[in-house]
Antibody, heavy 119, light 112 residues
C-alpha cells in the first residue's frame, strides 16, 4: 500500500492550488479517502473525506465553500482543490485511507505535501 | 462538533516503565451499532501519523501487544505496559463517530 501526495508549494493569499494523492497497492475504489492537515508545529486536523464512488463528501467548517475533495478512480487518485487560500491554511496535507466498514479509522497515510500560503 | 480533550500535553516516562494517556470526548462515542468510534494514532518525530488502536481497544496490524486501549462513552485511555525508546512521539486520540472527525491536542511522550 502506497499513498504519495504531490502538488504542494507556495501560493499567495487568495490564490488556488490543487494537491493530489496517487495510490497503489490496493483497490482504490473500495475505500473512503480522507485529507488531514498539520500546521507547522501544531496538531492534526481532519479536513475532508469522500466516499468510494465520490457521491458523498464531508468537510470541516473551516474549509467549506473553499476546498473541494474529489477522486478519479480510473487514475487511482485523490485530489483537494483549494481556493481562496488563507495564511492559516498553511500546513502539511496528508491523504489517508479509511478502513472498510469503519469510517474514521485511518489505516494508511501518505508522507504529506507542504502548502505554504504567504505573500 | 465533538471536542476531544487530552489533558496531558507532555508525558516523561522511564524506559521499561508504564505510560497512560487519557482522552475525553465531549459526547459519547458509542454508536447504536455497539461500536465505539475512538482511535489512537502515533506520530513519531519526522514521520506521518500511523494507526495504533481503533474501535477503542483493537490493536492495528503490527502494533505490539504492550499497547492497549480501553474506555467507553466519553473517557478513554491508551496504555503502554513497558515503554521503549521507539515509542517516543506524539499520541493523538481521534473520534470517528461523526464528521467532522476531530483529534485531541496530542500528548508528547518523552523518555526520561
Amino acid at each position: 500500500v502506497q499513498l504519495v501526495e504531490s502538488g504542494g508549494g507556495l501560493v499567495q493569499p487568495g490564490g488556488s492550488l490543487r494537491i493530489s494523492c496517487e495510490v497503489s497497492g490496493f483497490t482504490f475504489d473500495m475505500y473512503w479517502m480522507t485529507w488531514v492537515r498539520q500546521a507547522p508545529g501544531k496538531g492534526l486536523e481532519w479536513v475532508a473525506n469522500i466516499k468510494e464512488d465520490g457521491r458523498e463528501k464531508n468537510y470541516v467548517d473551516a474549509v467549506k465553500g473553499r476546498f473541494t475533495i474529489s477522486r478519479d478512480n480510473a487514475k487511482d487518485s485523490l485530489y483537494l482543490q483549494m481556493n481562496n487560500l488563507r495564511a492559516d491554511d498553511t500546513a502539511v496535507y496528508f491523504c489517508a485511507r479509511e478502513v472498510v466498514g469503519a469510517k474514521g479509522v485511518l489505516e494508511s497515510w501518505g508522507q504529506g505535501t507542504l502548502v505554504t500560503v504567504s505573500s | 462538533d465533538i471536542v476531544m480533550t487530552q489533558s496531558l500535553l507532555s508525558l516523561p516516562v522511564s524506559p521499561g516503565g508504564p505510560a497512560s494517556i487519557s482522552c475525553r470526548a465531549s459526547q459519547s462515542l458509542l454508536h447504536r451499532n455497539g461500536n465505539v468510534y475512538m482511535n489512537w494514532y502515533l506520530q513519531k518525530p519526522g514521520q506521518s501519523p500511523h494507526l495504533l488502536i481503533y474501535m477503542g481497544s483493537i490493536r492495528a496490524s503490527g502494533v505490539p501487544d504492550r499497547f492497549s486501549g480501553s474506555g467507553s462513552g466519553t473517557d478513554f485511555t491508551l496504555k503502554i505496559s513497558r515503554v521503549e525508546a521507539e515509542d517516543v512521539g506524539i499520541y493523538y486520540c481521534m473520534q470517528g463517530l461523526q464528521t467532522p472527525y476531530t483529534f485531541g491536542q496530542g500528548t508528547k511522550l518523552e523518555i526520561k
